[in-house]
């Protein structure tokens, strides 16, 4: 028999954490995680948009360690799992920092703040550098109400946020378009 997607076991607003804790589907856990997939759904609209322009692996790198997030993320952290779920490292952040370096030496320096646009591709790239940052947010709201978020997680998501906001720029840099600066009305 083939496996089917729906279980209809969440058909309730319920569903269950990694260890088999049942919480709402409205739990800041839940949220987190979801928004790492969202985010991941993002990088991979990203990598599909760059595709002519920019061959680089650092995306799909960047696919994998968000879903060792989100698993990480998903497990009940008072209960001992059976999964082996796999660890974030340091070189993961530091692989996003040398990413930046090497991107930043082709950049002009900014001048002003930048506003999102000028390509598609670009607005793409803001986006998922929202969702990244809101990714972190919900991570700090889960440590705010007591639940364990390990630390490398909010490491990497800050520096991916940066990373996203670089590579906003280079994007626009390979498409020869130039960074819009936001010009304050005074």
């Known amino acids: 028999m083939a496996f089917k997607i729906y279980t209809k076991t969440g058909d309730k607003g319920t569903t269950s954490l990694i260890g088999g804790t049942k919480v ?33 692996s650092t995306l799909p790198e960047i696919q994998d360690r968000l ?20 660890d974030l ?13 090497k991107m930043d030496e082709v950049l002009e320096p900014m001048k002003s703040f930048i506003l999102p646009g000028g390509h598609p591709t670009i607005s793409t790239i803001h986006i998922a550098r929202c969702v990244c940052r ?3 947010r919900l991570c700090v709201q889960l440590m705010d109400i007591g639940e364990p978020v390990e630390p490398l997680i909010l490491q990497y998501l800050n520096r991916l946020s940066d990373y996203l906001f670089i590579l906003a720029r280079y994007a626009g840099h390979l498409l020869a378009v130039p960074d819009i600066p936001w010009k304050p009305r005074v």
């Open 134 to 136: 809101r990714a972190e």
């Open 89 to 101: 490292k340091q070189s993961d952040i530091q692989l996003l920092e040398d990413e930046m370096d």
């Open 24 to 56: 709402l589907k409205s739990h800041y856990r839940i949220e987190s995680y979801g928004t790492i997939d969202e985010l991941n759904s993002y990088i991979g609209l990203v990598k599909d948009m760059l595709q002519p322009v920019h061959q680089g």
């Open 67 to 86: 879903f060792t997030i989100g698993s990480a993320l998903a497990c009940d952290p008072n209960k001992e799992t059976a999964l082996k779920i796999p």
